[in-house]
Nanobody, 127 residues
Framework: QVHLIESGGGLMQAGGSLRLSCAAS????????MGWFRQAPGKEREFVAA????????YYADSVKGRFTISRDNTKNTVYLQMNNLKPEDTAVYSC????????????????????WGQGTQVTVSS
């Protein structure tokens, strides 16, 4: 069983930056693709970014490309999401998810394909 705990959310003015962290338990973290998703009130959960187990591949939603950066430190079992130039439309609950299947990254943008999730952290961007 893998547990994920997100942190780093908060209130920020437009144009500011935040870094989210997702700490994972479990021995196979370094073999698993991880992703960040977000959900705004009244909207479906949407893909933000994903990173493969060895950081060789990263993927981003068009809406955050060039502003957000996903990274990971397998020695710390942690995935990060650096968010720059934040916009009010980035306001949402951000959650990280992971695949349990080692070395798998197909359908990285589909939340229903992920096997485990954290509880989420709120990000609010004011104009």
């Amino acid at each position: 069983q893998v547990h994920l705990i997100e942190s780093g959310g908060g209130l920020m003015q437009a144009g500011g930056s935040l870094r989210l962290s997702c700490a994972a338990s479990g021995r196979t973290f370094n073999k698993n693709t991880m992703g960040w998703f977000r959900q705004a009130p009244g909207k479906e959960r949407e893909f933000v970014a994903a990173i493969t187990w060895n950081s060789n591949r990263t993927y981003y939603a068009d809406s955050v490309k060039g502003r957000f950066t996903i990274s990971r430190d397998n020695t710390k079992n942690t995935v990060y999401l650096q968010m720059n130039n934040l916009k009010p439309e980035d306001t949402a609950v951000y959650s990280c998810g992971g695949f349990s299947r080692p070395h798998y990254y197909n359908n990285y943008d589909k939340p229903e394909r992920y096997d485990y999730w954290g509880q989420g952290t709120q990000v609010t961007v004011s104009s």
